[in-house]
């Protein structure tokens, strides 16, 4: 079993940077590749980022490469999302989540057993 709890979110002005934080707790964090996806209103969840076990890997949608930045500290049980030169798009609710199985596509919302709660992300513009 896996917890998870995002922070970090807030309103930013468009072109800031905000960076997210996802709180783990349970033993299997260290063996679990994680993944921030976001929810518009009225829009589907997409996926926004994946980072391997090991953090050697990264997966980006278009949308976000070169803008956003995932990473991890297994020490800490913590992944990050490092969000800049942000756009109005991008206003979504932020949810973390962990894929315990390593089996199924990067980018599919099945793919990962857990999820947190989520937290909103504004951009004004």
């Known amino acids: 079993q896996v917890q998870l709890v995002e922070s970090g979110g807030g309103l930013v002005q468009a072109g800031g940077s905000v960076r997210l934080s996802c709180a783990a707790s349970g033993r299997t964090f260290s063996s679990s590749a994680m993944g921030w996806f976001r929810q518009a209103p009225g829009k589907v969840r997409e996926f926004v980022a994946r980072?391997?076990?090991?953090?050697?890997?990264?997966y980006y949608a278009d949308s976000v490469k070169g803008r956003f930045t995932i990473s991890r500290d297994n020490g800490k049980n913590t992944v990050y999302l490092q969000m800049n030169s942000l756009k109005p798009e991008d206003t979504a609710i932020y949810y973390c989540a962990a894929d315990t199985v390593l089996r199924g596509s990067y980018s599919s919302l099945g793919s990962y057993a857990y999820w947190g709660q989520g937290t909103q992300v504004t951009v004004s513009s």
């Open positions: 980072i391997s076990v090991s953090g050697r890997s990264t």
